[in-house]
């Protein structure tokens, strides 16, 4: 796998695929993480006399809807770099190529979403060629979408030169050292809402932790179909399947042993604690209760390396917020461990709550952060490497 120092950028057009996925409100950019994180590479590019052309995808859009246009983010790369950067509603054609051609060297270009063709998500070879015909060299600062089979992912990179900006491999370097040489005790923290890969994650999790802390969705389904919990929604098939084979006894985990439940998400009737054996089937899990809280942090204070993905409830909601605030804030605290969190709501959430730079590091994947520390295959790697 290349890196920027093999390349000279010169005089040439060079894509790099970002992860601008990040939330717009009202026209304006919400949250500039991501965006921040790829700055480094883009002023490299930048100094170094390349045609900086930026493609990313926002959103999962169904054709072109200006909704999920790129503008926004065009508009706040502007800001940042101090510059304008140009704006097309295209990435890909003749005419998109006569212009990026034109470019004076040392400027930079954002192409609009990429979703806006099925070919991208469909992975359409033609599709990749037709965007690999705008550059001459490919830079992938998109770790966080590496373990997706998209066109820009997978055949872009073999398609035309490709290595990795300094995002990608930072977030290589920090989660090989996670998988392969912790210092222990490592403890895992999952919540979220994203069962299934979460599921098959904290299955892989488990054998490299020494405590694996349960919380969110995941570990109200596992109470539920283990008979453990009553309460609503039941899951689909394929996850009652994952759950079954999670045995309890295994004593690295953990799940809440009270709970913060009500009927709705709004919590407008009541909100109440309680054991997880004694939810009413009408009422819904949206937060672990303070015995778990104090269970939990009496772990995170005796770690070593930490692993975070996931809110531990429904923290979007303030009245649901204290198991989440209270684990990060427990995390933050313990200075002799290296803490390492990925993922977008975890990341929303400690934002909020002031704790942004309290962790060691904070990835800009989520999935793609767990499915690397569990070894599952990343097509975006291996398209890079091949």
Known sequence: MKSLKDFVFKGRRTIVRCDFNVPIEEGEVADDFRIKKTLSTIEYLKERGAKVVLISHLGDPQGRDEHYSLQPIAKRLSLLLGERVNFFNDCQGAALEKKLMAMPDGQVALLENLRFYPGEKKNDIAFAKAVAQLGEIYISEAFSVAHRSHASIVHLPQLIPSGIGFLF?????????????????????????????????????????????????????????????????????????????????????????????????HGETYIRETGPGSVRKEEEIF???????????????????????????????EKFRKG???????????????SLIGGGDTINNIKKL??????????????AMLAYLTNEAMPGIKALNS
């Not at 392969?180 to 923290?189: A, F, G, N, S, Y």
């Not at 930490?306 to 531990?312: E, S, T, V, Y």
């Not at 605030?325 to 605290?333: D, L, T």
């Open 169 to 265: 491999g930072k977030e290589l370097t920090v989660l090989l050292r996670v998988r392969e040489d912790p210092i222990r005790p490592l403890v895992t923290i999952i919540g979220g809402v994203k069962i299934s890969s979460k599921m098959a994650a904290a299955h892989k999790l488990l054998s490299l932790s020494d405590h694996l802390l349960l919380g969110g969705q995941i570990a109200n389904m596992i109470l539920r179909v283990k008979g453990i919990s009553l309460g609503k929604p039941w899951p689909e098939e394929k996850i009652i399947e994952l759950i079954k084979n999670f045995k309890l006894t295994n004593t690295k985990i953990h799940l809440p042993v009270d709970v913060v439940v009500s009927p709705n998400q």
């Open 324 to 338: 989440t605030a209270s684990v990060a804030k427990k995390i933050s605290e313990n200075r002799e461990a290296f």
């Open 287 to 317: 937060d672990i209760g303070p015995e778990t809280i104090e269970t939990f942090s009496k772990i995170i204070g005796q770690a070593k390396t930490i692993i975070w993905a996931g809110p531990l409830g429904l923290a979007e909601d």
């Open 354 to 367: 002031g704790l942004s730079d309290k962790f060691s590091y904070v990835s800009t994947g989520g999935g």
